[in-house]
């Protein structure tokens, strides 16, 4: 039997590498200034389904939701063998918190599942952007279907289940889940594979909708918006008749309820953001001398530190 | 949808497994208390199992005023649908303002399902808990006494804090290690509240089929004297200086990310945001740069001594006592004055 799999992945900044050069003065994060990359967990999510879809065949769609930039982690997956790839992406989505995000990406989800049934949805277990864990499980909740969060290693799918390794945090356990189901991998699932040379000079021209227009607004500033429609619906084309066009979604293409996306849909506001300042209380330097050191174990065994 | 209840309890949901009690859940009543306090209102701890009110009393002596207690076969082993639906439909019952989670694995799974079925606002892994008030910039309304979820995001690069003005209750889960454990007091009374989750067959659709607990061969969160080692420790033959000062002090040895994906450790002795979230009384890094993931989880510590040949490093601007040096030279030092001392 042939499994129809949906992977959801997100392009996040790489936040491993926040320098001052990232910080505006008002202490908040300059996303731009931050390199663009895969969320490193969505790729062990994405070598499980391409796995998957190799020991049983069938289908794996990527979908990410983000501004038309994002296209990239979708070509990143199709490099690696995905099938296919769509985009979400709607201005009103902005601002969406992860009740919000994962109702849009439900959404989504059953808009894939209206052509054929979909069988398991995978995510990586966090994004490293927000750290938060919650997408999934709340994207899981508003499927109606079971979820099998922090999985290692997807032992076998078969009649309507799927059996799966997970970490509990004091341990491990064996489950058996039935389909559909989501399933979130941890970076300790399958290591992913590079992206094929083939496939890569073959993705590089793919293309969504959304990113030939953000290049036609630089192409031609002065031209109308007419002009520039007609011209977006002519790239699209040739684009889509060579099968490289990259397919994208916004709020109306999946029947979306404005009310539960974007600001309106969030119930959680922020604030306030402030940078972490260092400040070491009474720092006091030691020189790496016998002397030195002797001296600071002194003070630390006078003040029952050590002891 | 539930509408804000400002005479709700604060909640915190107690974990337990396989009969024991998480410490989280504990140190969450440690923060629940002063909550519920400065809001005038009671604090419960909820707890679910097949047989788990022997907890109760515990919880209460740990500040809870009552104790919710779901007992059903069918949450023997914790899986994510029937304690979902128990929570979900005791929150609806009762509308307490507030739910607390530990943000373990279990509970970094079910807050989520819990929220989206009451379509209400949650934060991860806070930091921090306090109550305030927050006039939303484009209404100009303004709400007082709401729930302050503060946290790291981006890497732990900046700090957050959240407000979920209306869509209540406001939930959150909190980090393992993170809040002081309460001190138990055995006059504490409280009440205790029995009820049997509606759930059944067709909520427990997960077989279990094996579980295995892996015992933690390190006990971080209870050392009173952590020594850690970091990329700069050089390799795994060198870490035995981690090893030999840990001796030396009747430490624990904690390491970074870094030490632990080289495979120099194993990673039950990771500190920092993906380990253990430390307080020790005295916490050594060795070779240690201090990335905002590893300061994150020992940044509490009472002092704080580094040792790094980088003296830009930022482990030195947490610590109290800073030695730019070589290790190979500054640890057999620190062991010969600890010796003379003793």
Sequence with gaps: MAYNLVVLVKQVPDTQRVTGDAMRD??????????????????????????????RGGRVTVLTMGPPQACEVLRASLERGADAAVLLTDRR????????????????????????????????????????????????????????????????????????????GEGSERVEAPLPCLLTVTDQGPEPRPASAKRTMAVKKWKSRAEIESALRAEMPDADDETRTREADARAAGLAERGRLIPHWD????????????????????????????????????????????????????????? | MIEPNRDGDVWVVAEQNDGRLHDVGLELLSKGRELADTLG???????????????????????????????????????????????????????????????????????PRVASAVRCGLTADCTDLDIGSHTEASTKTTYDRLL??????????????????????QMATVRDGVMRMPEESPDRRGEVVRFTPDVSDGDAVLKILEHHRAERKVNLKAARTIVAGGAGVGGKENFRLVWDLANALGAAVGASRAA?????????????????????????????????????????????????????????????YGIVGDLNTVVPMMIDAIKKRV
């Design chain 1, 26 to 55: 008002d202490g908040t994060v300059n996303r731009s200034a931050l390199p663009a990359i895969f969320n490193p967990e969505d790729l062990h999510a994405l070598e499980t389904a391409l796995r998957l879809r190799e020991g």
């Design chain 1, 93 to 168: 989505a902005a601002a969406s918190d992860t009740l919000a995000t994962s109702y849009i990406l439900a959404r989504a989800v059953r808009r894939v599942a209206a052509d054929a049934p979909v069988d398991l949805v995978l995510c990586g277990r966090q994004a490293i952007d927000g750290d938060t864990a919650q997408v999934p499980p709340q994207t899981a909740e508003k499927l109606g279907w079971p979820q099998v969060t922090y999985v290692e290693e997807v032992e076998e799918v078969g009649d309507g289940r799927v059996r799966v390794r997970r970490n509990t």
């Design chain 1, 251 to 307: 709020l109306d293409d999946i029947e979306a309820d404005l009310a539960w996306c974007g600001r309106d849909g969030s119930p959680t506001k922020v604030k306030r953001i402030q940078s972490v300042v260092l400040a070491g209380t009474g720092f006091k330097k030691v020189e790496p001398t016998e002397e030195g050191v002797a001296g600071m174990i002194h003070e630390l065994i006078e003040d029952h530190t050590i002891g």
């Design chain 2, 41 to 111: 209102v009671r604090l419960a701890a909820v707890v679910l199992g097949e047989a788990v009110e022997q907890h109760a009393d515990r919880l209460v002596r740990c500040g809870a005023d009552r104790v919710f207690v779901g007992e059903h076969p069918l949450l023997s082993h914790y899986q994510t649908n029937p304690y979902a639906k128990a929570i979900t439909a005791l929150v609806e019952e009762h509308r307490p303002q507030i739910v607390i989670f530990g943000a373990t694995p279990l509970g970094r799974d079910l807050a």
């Design chain 2, 148 to 169: 302050y979820q503060i946290r790291p995001a981006f890497g732990g690069n900046i700090i957050a804090t959240i407000v979920n003005p209306d869509r209540w209750p």
């Design chain 2, 260 to 320: 632990v994906d080289s495979g120099w450790i194993d990673k039950d002795h990771q500190v920092g945001q993906t380990g253990t979230t430390v307080r020790p009384a005295l916490y050594v890094a060795l070779g240690i740069s201090g990335a905002v993931q590893h300061r994150s989880g020992m940044s509490e510590a009472q002092k704080i001594v580094a040792v790094n040949a980088d003296p830009d490093a930022p482990i030195f601007k947490v610590a109290h």
